[in-house]
């Protein structure tokens, strides 16, 4: 994660971020992205850039939690949560050729998190772009 996205995932970091940036931000994301899954007309962001070049790459990782829950062929004892945590990472080259970054973050299903991180690529200029590129490690989720 570190290598490709500058991002060190792991509970404690998870931790740092929660409490310093709160959780109002991804409840926004959210609620977003829930309220596109139910609309009957459904529209992707419009671009804010027109970018030359865009990459969107995600990544995940089984993320251990001081929670616990039920074996599920012993639910009298109990084991660590390990929740799959995934980002997503949208950059874009400007006409001056200079490189933006934005980043997602979340615990959400694969489904939940693939729509969010394509509405970012989406407000990034994906769908403008001459050129884009897409990479991932081949995770169903991604």
């Known amino acids: 994660m570190f290598d490709q996205h500058g991002v060190c995932l792991s509970h404690h970091e998870i ?12 409840a926004l994301r959210r609620a977003e992205v829930q309220a596109w899954a139910e609309a009957a007309d459904k529209h992707w962001p419009a671009a804010e850039v027109t970018p030359r070049r865009v990459s969107v790459s995600c990544d995940g990782i089984l993320d251990c939690t001081n929670l616990r829950e039920p074996r599920p062929e012993d639910p009298q004892r109990q084991r660590l949560q390990w929740p799959q945590m995934r980002v997503g990472c949208v950059s874009w080259q400007d006409d001056d050729e200079t490189w933006h970054q934005q980043m997602i973050w979340g615990r959400e299903d694969g489904q939940a998190f693939g729509a ?4 970012l690529a989406c407000r990034c200029g994906d769908r403008q772009a001459e050129e884009r590129i897409f990479a991932a490690d081949g995770g169903e989720w991604c």
């Open 15 to 26: 931790l740092d971020l929660v409490h310093a940036v709160g959780g109002a931000v991804d």
């Open 116 to 119: 969010s991180r394509y509405r």
